[in-house]
């Protein structure tokens, strides 16, 4: 149990362009989905929390206008990178807990290439 | 000075090897206390997580945590190569956000 999918695995966009990357959880109920950038060699670092129904918590230097949150169900988180631009290129993991929130579930990841 | 600290290696054991990774922390008011494993160019893998003080046990991984001395060790008994990864210590206080390690980089040499 607790599987987390994205999509996609990877992007390669033109600079300007927005990209959405879509967390799902496959077995349970994410109340609280999590989207952390991580660069290489590095460890993760949150960019926004986002429960069910309300607007994400960014973290602090992190833009919202630019990094568009909507977790519109228990199962569905999407991450919008808006007119992207090649210092956004990284790795993007989101990450699901259940209503307990004892622990948080990753995704595989996505590996976004502005050009 | 950092919440957690994680050694990042890289750490090169041969198979076999009991392998010992460790965290120190700082906030005696985390409660919450997980080793995620992850492979390069994937997301985490939870491995242990524990509640407070005491030890765990699944297969070949013993995770302990000792509250006291603010210090976290995951243990790999019979390291294989397949176990050559990054591994995270993560921790958090209530229904805080995870705070993460640095990861520790390890191989595991046939």
């Known amino acids: 149990g607790a599987v987390v999918s994205q999509h996609p695995s990877r992007v390669i966009c033109k600079s300007g362009t927005s990209v959405k990357i879509e967390c799902r959880s496959l077995?349970?109920?994410?109340?609280?989905m999590f989207w952390y950038r991580q660069f290489p060699k590095q460890s993760l670092m949150l960019m926004a929390t986002?429960?069910?129904?309300?607007?994400?918590?960014?973290e602090q230097g992190v833009e919202k206008d630019k990094f568009l949150i909507n977790h519109a169900s228990l199962t569905l988180s999407t991450l919008t990178v808006t007119s992207a631009h090649p210092e956004d290129s990284s790795f993007y993991i989101c990450?699901?807990?259940?209503?307990?929130?004892?622990?948080?579930?990753f995704g595989p990841g996505t590996r976004l290439l502005v050009l | 000075q950092k919440e957690v600290e994680q050694d990042p290696g890289p750490l090169s054991v041969p198979e076999g090897a009991i392998v010992s990774l460790n965290c120190t922390y700082s906030n005696s008011a985390f409660q919450y206390f997980m080793w995620y494993r992850q492979y390069s160019r994937k997301g985490p893998e939870l491995l242990m997580y524990?509640?407070?003080?005491g030890n765990k046990e699944d297969g070949r991984f013993t995770a302990q945590v000792d509250k006291s001395s603010k210090y976290i060790s995951l243990f790999i008994r019979d390291s294989q190569p397949s176990d050559s990864a990054t591994y995270l210590c993560?921790?958090?206080?209530?229904?805080?956000?995870?705070?993460f390690g640095q990861g520790t980089r390890l191989t595991i040499n046939p």
């Open positions: 990450s699901a807990s259940g209503s307990r929130q004892e622990t948080q579930y």
């Open positions: 524990t509640y407070s003080s």
């Open positions: 986002s429960n069910e129904g309300s607007k994400a918590t960014y």
């Open positions: 993560a921790m958090r206080e209530g229904a805080q956000k995870l705070v």
């Open positions: 077995d349970f109920q994410a109340t609280t």
